[in-house]
Structures are given as structure tokens and as C-alpha cells.
């Protein structure tokens, strides 16, 4: 079983920066991917960043050129987040992934964290 605990969620305004990391109980390399969800009140789950075993980024077209997903080689990824927006507003789900598979799909993930509440204000 991994554990995933996601931090650094916050208020922001609009224009401004915060950074997300997610701790995870396994190390990062030895995991084929990891990604970024969001979840805004009355919507469906949507991918947001992946990061895959040899590195590789994939991103939102929404988030594409203000997000950037990075991780160490430990057990952190992190999610630095630019230029936000009001409808960038969510809460924000680290995920971890055991398979070589579909990244920007939320069924290819096999752990998940409890997310972190990004809100910003207008």
C-alpha cells in the first residue's frame, strides 16, 4: 500500500504562484507514473499533470505553460503552479501509478491522496 500526502495548497490571487508536493510512502522512481488531478465543486475529476518513469511530462492543455511537474529521486513530486487563475480553483489529488499505461486518465492510477484545497480569488 502507498501513501500519498499532498501539501502546499492554499488562497492565492489571481496572477499568483503556489507550489504543490505530494510526500509519498514509496520512492518515485521505482514508480512508472505520477500525476496531478483537480476536482472543482460540481465537476468531474480532471487530469491536470503526469509524470512518467523516465521522466517524461504530460500536461493539460488548460494548465499547459503555467504548470510545471517535477519529482525527485526519493519520494516527492511536486506541481509549481504560475500565472493561476480564478478557474484553476480545486482541489488538487496527487496520484501514483503501478503500470505502464494511459497517464491523463484517472483509472491509471492505483493510489491516490486525500488533496489539497486550491482557491483563487479574482
Known amino acids: 500500500q502507498v501513501q500519498l500526502v499532498e501539501s502546499g495548497g492554499g488562497l492565492v490571487q489571481a496572477g499568483g504562484s503556489l507550489r504543490l508536493s505530494c510526500a509519498t510512502s514509496?520512492?518515485?522512481?521505482?514508480?512508472?507514473?505520477m500525476g496531478w488531478f483537480r476536482q472543482a465543486p460540481g465537476k468531474e475529476r480532471e487530469f491536470v499533470a503526469a509524470?512518467?518513469?523516465?521522466?517524461?511530462t504530460y500536461y493539460a492543455d488548460s494548465v499547459k505553460g503555467r504548470y510545471t511537474i517535477s519529482k525527485n529521486d526519493r519520494n516527492t513530486v511536486n506541481l509549481q503552479m504560475n500565472s493561476l487563475k480564478p478557474e484553476d480553483t480545486a482541489v488538487y489529488y496527487c496520484?501514483?501509478?503501478?503500470?505502464?499505461?494511459?497517464?491523463?486518465?484517472?483509472?491509471?492510477?492505483?493510489?491516490w491522496g486525500q488533496g489539497t484545497q486550491v482557491t483563487v480569488s479574482s
Open positions: 514509496t520512492r518515485t522512481i521505482s514508480r512508472p507514473g
Open positions: 496520484a501514483v501509478s503501478n503500470r505502464l499505461t494511459d497517464l491523463t486518465v484517472d483509472r491509471g492510477y492505483d493510489y
Open positions: 509524470i512518467g518513469l523516465s521522466s517524461t
